[in-house]
């Protein structure tokens, strides 16, 4: 069973660079699948960030596409977000997902971490 | 963009009771790329349906997807204590994978 966990500091400051970790287990990154991040603002709804094919190729929501980069480390069998310049707004709870294939749904889901931006 | 539409945003219902929930797409939408989630609070969104009507593993059988084009709908026959939460539906792309969700409708406890 495929198991999702993400790692990263959960405070950073506004203008700064948010970076946050997906270890999988259970799944090779390597055998295939997108790999992805969402997030949920405290009380909303949820916000599809991006997602990475397990080659590298890299597919980003429009909104946050001059902010976002997602990349993959098939060595350590893990994903990696990167927000610059982020602000109060994104202040949210981070998930880190895998959907199965091209066409797919997210079948599997981390915890989520909750990420504060704040000075 | 697709922009999705849930109604209503709010479904205040007693156990047993049947909840109907709705999910409007601002174009068609391929019934292989729809899909609904349930969130309870302070947990992960879980996957219930997909390809707008075929159950998740391990999904009981009281959830129900169905619709096609603009309109889909997921139906739970009966609901159990465990069933009142925030469903999510989400349109899902494939060349290229993108994906969009819907507000979401809070099924609570009348």
């Known amino acids: 069973q495929v198991q999702l966990q993400e790692s990263g500091p959960g405070l950073v400051k506004p203008s700064e660079t948010q970076s946050l970790t997906c270890t999988v287990s259970?799944?090779?990154?390597?055998?295939?699948?997108?790999w992805g991040w969402i997030r949920q603002p405290p009380g909303k709804g949820l916000e599809w960030i991006g997602s990475?094919?397990?080659?590298?190729?890299?597919y980003y929501n429009p909104s946050l596409k001059s902010r976002v980069t997602i990349s993959v480390d098939t060595s350590k069998n893990q994903f990696s977000l990167k927000l610059n310049s982020v602000t109060a707004a994104d202040t949210a709870v981070y998930y880190c997902?895998?959907?199965?294939?091209?066409?797919?749904?997210?079948?599997?889901w981390g915890q989520g971490t909750l990420v504060t931006v704040s000075s | 963009e697709i922009v999705l539409t849930q109604s209503p945003g709010t479904l205040s219902l007693s156990p047993g009771e049947r909840a109907t929930l709705s999910c409007r797409a601002s174009?068609?939408?391929?019934?292989?790329?729809l899909a609904w989630y349930q969130q309870k609070p302070g947990q992960a969104p879980r996957l219930l349906i997909y390809g707008a009507s075929s159950r998740a593993t391990g999904i009981p059988d009281r959830f129900s997807g169905s619709g096609s084009g603009t309109d889909f709908t997921l139906t739970i026959s009966r609901l159990e204590p465990e069933d009142f939460a925030v469903y999510y539906c989400q349109q899902y792309g494939s060349s290229p994978p993108i994906f969009t969700f819907g507000p979401g409708t809070k099924v609570d406890i009348k």
């Open positions: 259970g799944y090779s990154i390597s055998s295939g699948s997108y």
């Open positions: 990475i094919y397990h080659s590298g190729s890299t």
């Open positions: 174009q068609s939408v391929s019934s292989s790329y």
């Open positions: 997902v895998r959907s199965g294939g091209s066409g797919s749904p997210f079948d599997s």
